[in-house]
């Protein structure tokens, strides 16, 4: 198993930026592809980005591709999550999960990742 904690979050304005972390501990970091998730209020929880194992690749969705990028550090057992141009409606709790790195990439359904932290509150401001 993996555990997750996920840290960073919090009020910001728009067009402002925010750097997730999320530290893994358990079995080792490199073993799981990684990705983050967000939940906002009344919506279901939806896909944002995944980096394999490695860091060698990154997938994200839409919504943010152009202002977030994913990164991870292997040696300190950490995902980033950086956020730029924020905008209200990024406003959600943030989720990172863990997938094996034997399986498929890139996964962008929540049923696909097996280990989930408990979540960062991010508000960005009008």
């Known amino acids: 198993q993996v555990q997750l904690v996920e840290s960073g979050g919090g009020l910001v304005q728009a067009g402002g930026s925010l750097r997730l972390s999320c530290a893994a501990s358990?079995?080792?970091?490199?073993?799981?592809?990684m990705g983050w998730f967000r939940q906002a209020p009344g919506k279901e929880r939806e896909f944002v980005a995944t980096?394999?194992?490695?860091?060698?690749?990154?997938y994200y969705a839409d919504s943010v591709k152009g202002r977030f990028t994913i990164s991870r550090d292997n040696a300190k057992n950490t995902v980033y999550l950086h956020m730029n141009s924020l905008k209200p409606e990024d406003t959600a709790v943030y989720y990172c999960?863990?997938?094996?790195?034997?399986?498929?990439?890139?996964?962008?359904?929540?049923?696909?990742?097996?280990?989930w932290g408990q979540g960062t509150q991010v508000t960005v401001s009008s």
């Open positions: 999960a863990a997938r094996p790195r034997s399986t498929g990439w890139p996964a962008s359904r929540q049923y696909e990742y097996d280990y």
């Open positions: 358990g079995r080792t970091f490199s073993s799981y592809h």
């Open positions: 980096i394999t194992w490695s860091g060698g690749n990154t």
